[in-house]
């Protein structure tokens, strides 16, 4: 039945999120969360930014941010300020290679901004770039040789995850799990999310 792959994907998915949970660095995860509270307490700007499904996921966490009460912005909205030292720029890319996040990230260090990127390969152009790498293994559309072993050791077959899925998927779930963590850390409750909720929605 179709149905089946329905069912198939998000079993591989969520055995890959598993797995990617179990073997996360407990050292950059908490530079990233401290970055993040540090980031809070000063007022700080935070600029979030990724390019395509990336960009969707980095749309997801900024809003959760400014759901905690951040000081928080994503790149290329109008609204979206200067940034500079002190800031924190939170750069999505699963292989680290996304010209137009590797180059808004060399204008944010010009600037003197905090990079922490969030990608695949911390070897990558926006990983050498970056202050705090967070590595979340994931298959990326664009290096699938690369890949291929983590593909190989995990089950992972491609037609069930296409492209960045893995990558994207398991960066969501992560980045969710931070906001929880920033929960806790800064006394927020479902409440304080709640109101700071949109209350003029269409």
């Given at each position: 039945?179709?149905?089946?792959?329905?069912?198939?994907?998000?079993?591989?998915?969520?055995?890959?999120?598993?797995?990617?949970?179990?073997?996360?660095?407990d050292?950059?995860?908490?530079?990233?969360?401290?970055?993040?509270?540090?980031?809070?307490?000063?007022?700080?700007?935070?600029?979030?930014?990724?390019?395509?499904?990336?960009?969707l996921?980095?749309?997801?966490?900024?809003?959760?941010?400014?759901?905690?009460?951040?000081?928080?912005?994503?790149?290329?909205?109008?609204?979206?300020?200067?940034?500079?030292?002190?800031?924190?720029?939170?750069?999505?890319?699963?292989?680290?290679?996304?010209?137009?996040?590797?180059?808004?990230?060399?204008?944010?260090?010009?600037?003197?901004?905090?990079?922490?990127?969030?990608?695949?390969?911390?070897?990558?152009?926006?990983?050498?770039?970056?202050?705090?790498?967070v590595?979340?293994?994931?298959?990326?559309?664009?290096?699938?040789?690369?890949?291929?072993?983590?593909?190989?050791?995990?089950?992972?077959?491609?037609?069930?995850?296409?492209?960045?899925?893995?990558?994207?998927?398991?960066?969501?779930?992560?980045?969710?799990?931070?906001?929880?963590?920033?929960?806790?850390?800064?006394?927020?409750?479902?409440?304080?999310?709640r109101?700071?909720?949109?209350?003029?929605?269409?």
């Amino acid at each position: 039945m179709a149905v089946d792959y329905v069912k198939k994907t998000m079993k591989e998915i969520s055995l890959f999120i598993d797995k990617v949970a179990e073997k996360l660095s407990d050292e950059q995860v908490e530079r990233f969360v401290e970055t993040l509270v540090d980031a809070y307490r000063r007022g700080a700007k935070v600029l979030v930014m990724g390019a395509g499904r990336s960009g969707l996921v980095g749309r997801a966490f900024a809003m959760r941010l400014m759901h905690l009460g951040f000081n928080v912005y994503v790149l290329g909205e109008t609204i979206t300020p200067s940034i500079g030292e002190g800031d924190i720029v939170v750069a999505i890319s699963g292989s680290g290679r996304t010209q137009l996040i590797v180059t808004a990230a060399e204008a944010a260090k010009k600037v003197k901004a905090k990079i922490v990127a969030i990608t695949s390969y911390p070897d990558s152009p926006l990983g050498r770039l970056a202050d705090i790498v967070v590595e979340i293994p994931g298959r990326t559309k664009t290096a699938p040789d690369i890949d291929y072993f983590a593909r190989q050791i995990l089950g992972i077959h491609e037609p069930l995850a296409p492209l960045g899925t893995l990558f994207e998927d398991t960066a969501l779930a992560f980045l969710d799990g931070v906001v929880v963590e920033l929960m806790h850390r800064l006394g927020k409750n479902e409440s304080d999310l709640r109101a700071k909720h949109a209350n003029i929605e269409f």
